[in-house]
């Protein structure tokens, strides 16, 4: 029997309208139509000449506008892309073009394209797919293909078909073993902010290529959770949407400092929406000295020069500043040229080190790496993602709403989500634990809030000593999987069969990398099912301990994280950014003006990205060191460096110029911005080093670059005079 063919609706049909209505929810304009006996487009007697020329104009202009770029503008980039990559895969499937492809669905094409979708395991250029996992996603791509056939076919999937298709969906999940429990929502709480800022502001383990990043991310963190915006509206934040203001305080308090962010890159469906406007301001002795905005967007902001007042450079301009009487405010504008450009902005690499794009804003995906692994630093067993802190702010306003008696309406979480209903915040951003006390509720007795609130955040499973790599016993095991034996195996016959010339073949050379990608998904697999092991071995352990007579020492670990193998602008960042406050206003100020000093100081500095040495693989039975814990340095007392880098750094000065053929890079040892190993650092051997300076200099060297020896002050006129001056003077090859 021949499977039934759905065709288009006609709007004009007041059952089918009325029945799509019920289904999916369409527009209420369809709804307005039933019961009407002609088109809008039909002239109907009785009625004014006039209104039907409009009528008929209107009608006409309609229908010449091109439905395409309609909807375009009805969706976002990111959107768009999403439904080009669904019809193509589509159109693959069928063997057919975009086009008229659509005019024959039915239930069983849908039922076997979706089955051909769920059995796909690779994708683009071989790339082997994660796989869908749970019905949620099912239900999802589901969406997805029905507005590609809306946006192809100028009208809405059939009803009947609608309805037929959730039972295709049911049968394909349980054929393909899918799961009916949805994804993990952490809810980031303002105390699990705290932990996760610490990390990142004291944290080593986690380089970037400058320190204007880990300045940009940790400011980002704190706009995230007061203002509750998506990740891509904090990050397309510009500077002509900041306004910073002096605001005369009505308490007759000292002079306040006001921040206001206007956020217009929210969701673009069917258009753009209303720019919020977010006020935020200073705390005068915060009691939470690291959840400061305005300190670190201040000196972002004094790192770009972005204020049109020439002399208004640091900090210590901001003590002399009042509002004229008869005024309330004082307003710190921008220059005009930096107007669109992005805030926070993206690293890129130049001839002598990397620098931030004057374009390009910063990356999403940098931001959902940058989290995660910091997260995993802090020792949580959750992810941590960016939009868990919207999870979280959501929750704090619809928290503020039902303190305020307005649960219905919710005036907080409406105005910060722009959604058009709450129930979307409900079904979508609401944490599925329970966070009430039902049994106090039940009882009758008064809740214990702090303790369940204590319950529900992400910080309650903190271990800083949870394992985050791999043993090298662990991660060697996988060679012991039978698909990296398989693959092994097949390679070693076909490398006897070609011989010498086995490495000139490309069938070899593609076994070889599908050998490295399965050992690195394996390891990735490995590595959680290790981390549940230990969590369980760990609290046996624990409970043994102290079960025989055994005590916990202090927080040792903390306290070595806070001091050991920092830069000198990197302590005086963790130390004015995380002081107490203080009493007195004067002190407070002063408090506050070398946090922002320190943070300009710091967005200079080049970290150097991650260590060469990130792939190594901790040994089991990790110990904390012997060695005594460095007292923290005095920032006030310390200006320039130490004695004994100074002398690190003469030893390495004499090096390129007396040793034949030393084995450190010179160019590296001019930049002043990098930290001391990374200047320093000395290559095993001789051919790493010139692969280094090939591809780390030699490389990237444009046509309108200024080449210089930083040691020597010596200018280069170009590529071949500097590798002929690096081999003759300083004895690099290249």
């Known amino acids: 029997m021949a499977p039934a063919v759905y065709g288009r609706q006609s709007l004009s049909d007041p059952d089918s309208v009325h029945s799509k209505y019920e289904e999916d929810g369409s527009d209420r304009e369809?709804?307005?139509?039933?019961?009407?006996?002609?088109?809008?487009?039909?002239?109907?007697?009785?009625?004014?000449?006039?209104?039907?020329?409009?009528?008929?104009?209107?009608?006409?202009?309609?229908?010449?506008?091109?439905?395409?770029?309609?909807?375009?503008?009805?969706?976002?980039?990111?959107?768009?892309?999403?439904?080009?990559?669904?019809?193509?895969?589509?159109?693959?499937?069928?063997?057919?073009?975009?086009?008229?492809?659509?005019?024959?669905?039915?239930k069983g094409l849908l039922h076997s394209f979706f089955d051909w979708r769920l059995n796909q395991r690779r994708g683009k250029k071989g790339r082997k797919l994660r796989g869908t996992k749970?019905?949620?996603?099912?239900?999802?791509?589901?969406?997805?293909?029905?507005?590609?056939?809306?946006?192809?076919?100028?009208?809405?999937?059939?009803?009947?078909?609608t309805r037929d298709m959730h039972k295709v969906l049911r049968k394909l999940a349980k054929k393909h073993g899918l799961s009916r429990q949805p994804g993990d929502k952490p809810t980031m709480y303002v105390d699990d902010l705290v932990e996760v800022l610490q990390t990142s502001l004291t944290t080593v383990e986690k380089r970037y290529m400058l320190g204007q990043q880990r300045i940009d991310i940790h400011t980002i963190l704190l706009l995230a959770l007061p203002t509750g915006q998506r990740p891509e509206a904090l990050l397309n934040l510009r500077y002509r949407y900041i306004r910073?203001?002096?605001?005369?305080?009505?308490?007759?308090?000292?002079?306040?400092?006001?921040?206001?962010?206007?956020?217009?890159?929210?969701?673009?469906?069917m258009g753009m929406k209303e720019a919020n406007t977010f006020p935020i301001p200073e705390v005068i002795c915060d009691p939470s000295p690291i959840l400061r905005p305005y300190v670190f967007l201040l000196g972002r902001l004094f790192a770009d020069r972005a204020f049109a007042v020439v002399g208004l450079t640091g900090p210590e301009g901001l003590d002399g500043l009042d509002i004229r009487p008869g005024c309330n405010e004082l307003r710190l504008d921008f220059r005009d040229e930096l107007a669109d450009v992005h805030v926070f902005r993206r690293p890129v690499k130049t001839l002598y080190g990397w620098k931030m794009s004057d374009i390009e804003p910063l990356p999403y995906a940098t931001l959902y790496?940058?989290?995660?692994?910091?997260?995993?630093?802090?020792?949580?067993?959750?992810?941590?993602?960016?939009?868990?802190?919207?999870?979280?702010?959501?929750?704090?306003?619809?928290?503020?709403?039902?303190?305020?008696?307005?649960?219905?309406?919710?005036?907080?979480?409406?105005?910060?989500?722009?959604?058009?209903?709450?129930?979307?915040f409900l079904r979508h951003y609401l944490s599925r634990q329970v966070t009430a006390d039902t049994l106090a509720i039940v009882r009758g007795l008064e809740p214990q809030d702090v303790v369940m609130h204590a319950a529900c955040r992400m910080s309650r499973s903190i271990d800083p000593q949870r394992l985050r790599k791999l043993t090298r016993a662990q991660a060697l095991s996988v060679n012991e999987d039978p698909d990296v034996r398989s693959l092994v195996q097949h390679r070693a016959i076909l490398k006897d069969c070609l011989g010498y010339r086995a490495t000139q073949n490309e069938e070899y050379c593609l076994l070889g990398r599908e050998i490295a990608k399965t050992r690195q998904r394996k390891r990735h697999a490995l590595l959680p099912e290790v981390q549940r092991r230990w969590d369980k071995q760990?609290?046996?352990?624990?409970?043994?301990?102290?079960?025989?007579?055994?005590?916990?020492?202090p927080d040792w670990y903390k306290i070595v994280d806070a001091t050991n193998g920092r830069s000198f602008e990197h302590k005086r960042l963790i130390q004015t950014g995380m002081t107490l406050p203080v009493a007195n206003l004067e002190e407070e100020l002063s408090r506050r003006h070398a946090a922002i000093a320190a943070v300009m100081a710091y967005c200079q500095v080049e970290e150097g990205g991650p260590r060469r040495d990130r792939n190594t693989y901790p040994d089991a039975g990790w110990a904390p060191p012997n060695s005594s814990i460095e007292k923290r340095p005095n920032a006030a007392s310390q200006n320039t460096q130490a004695p004994e880098e100074y002398d690190i750094l003469d030893k390495a000065m004499l090096s390129v110029f007396y040793e034949k053929r030393p084995t450190l890079c010179f160019l590296c040892l001019a930049r002043k911005k990098l930290p001391l190993d990374k200047r320093v650092y000395r290559f095993r051997t001789l051919g790493e080093l010139s692969k280094y300076f090939r591809r780390r200099y030699l490389e990237n060297i444009r046509d309108d670059d200024t080449i210089e020896c930083g040691v020597c002050n010596m200018p280069l006129?170009?590529?071949?005079?500097?590798?002929?001056?690096?081999?003759?003077?300083?004895?690099?090859?290249?």
């Open 30 to 106: 369809e709804e307005d139509d039933v019961g009407y006996d002609t088109d809008a487009t039909e002239i109907d007697r009785g009625v004014d000449p006039r209104v039907q020329a409009r009528l008929g104009l209107r009608a006409w202009t309609m229908n010449e506008l091109d439905a395409s770029e309609n909807i375009e503008e009805d969706y976002a980039t990111a959107t768009t892309r999403l439904l080009d990559r669904c019809e193509q895969q589509y159109c693959r499937y069928i063997g057919q073009p975009p086009g008229d492809e659509y005019s024959h669905l039915s």
């Open 134 to 161: 749970l019905c949620s996603s099912l239900e999802s791509y589901w969406k997805t293909f029905r507005l590609v056939y809306e946006r192809a076919s100028g009208a809405k999937i059939d009803a009947r078909l």
């Open 244 to 269: 910073v203001t002096l605001l005369r305080d009505p308490a007759g308090g000292p002079r306040r400092m006001l921040l206001e962010f206007t956020f217009e890159f929210t969701k673009t469906f």
């Open 369 to 424: 790496s940058g989290l995660k692994i910091l997260g995993a630093i802090t020792g949580m067993r959750q992810i941590v993602r960016p939009y868990t802190l919207r999870y979280g702010a959501g929750k704090a306003f619809d928290a503020n709403g039902e303190r305020e008696n307005q649960p219905a309406s919710r005036p907080g979480t409406r105005d910060t989500d722009r959604h058009a209903d709450t129930r979307t």
């Open 538 to 553: 760990q609290a046996v352990a624990d409970i043994e301990f102290q079960l025989a007579g055994g005590k916990f020492q």
């Open 717 to 734: 006129d170009d590529k071949m005079y500097l590798q002929n001056y690096a081999l003759r003077i300083h004895g690099t090859v290249s």
